[in-house]
């Protein structure tokens, strides 16, 4: 079976750094590019970032696309406390410089890629979707020729990570959130609800031998989150958000999805970045989603371990 075309939407901080190293490592994959977008750190950063994880990889010539440096509407959101204020736990300096060419406008991208592969690619997005609401708007009906789009976001029935009810990536951009949801796409949704049940530890790291760049690169970026992981939630490790977006693109096995009519909230002070479900019992509005509600941790960190830390 041939590889499937697949193209990348990230804001690479710690745990995007390792979902694109899964990607790398997973043959099923032919990465067709890495867009980014502003995120967990400024846009400039998550590019540079998103370049020397590509070294560190030895991977090779694959375009990397920069396109938004802030949300549709609103104020940028960062998130240095989790991922460092470089995004990568205070290791990008320390790593060469990368010569590689940086293309611009990536909802531009998105689009001739989906051209070049209608109904055979798949968009994978670990961090806001302000590219994608952008490339939605200005071509929906090519978007819709998308495979499969899996987005890393929201929280159904759990509590969100940057308030009471919002995911990060969510409440960066509600309004990117918002539009993607909505335009008919072949979504799956990869919330809280399962990418927090997956933790790397620092145990697991330590017990893998690792040995090579991509392991030295992998325990020096992870150390500072680890920490910060420790220090809010007792435990020394990393949520797999990211890596776990990636996963489920290889093999959706590894959870238990349900279809649902998922809308974004986009004007509540409190609530703004909300993911709210049609959980009501016999509903006829239609699914906008297939959601992942429950996964098999240890399966998928068998394969993270086999693929990235081995």
Known sequence: MSARPVVLDVDT???DALAILLALRSPEFAVQGICTVSGNVPLLQTTANTCRVLDVAGAPAIPVVAGAAAPLVRAGLTAGEVHGGDGLGGMADRLPASDRAVRRDAPGFLLDMIRRF???LTLIATGPLTNVAQAIQRDVETMRRLRALTVMGGAIRVPGNVGPVSEFNFAVDPEAAAIVLDAGLPVTLVPLDVTERVTLTRQAVD???LEGAVAAFVRRITAATMTFHLQRYGEEGIFLHDPLAVGVTLDPSLVRQEPMAVAVETRGALTAGMTVADLRRGSLTAPTAQV?????????L????????Q
């Open 118 to 120: 209608p109904d055979e």
């Open 207 to 209: 017990a893998a031998a």
């Open 302 to 309: 068998g394969v993270f371990t086999q693929r990235v830390l």
């Open 13 to 15: 901080g710690v745990d």
């Open 292 to 300: 992942c509600l429950e996964v098999n941790a240890d399966r998928f």
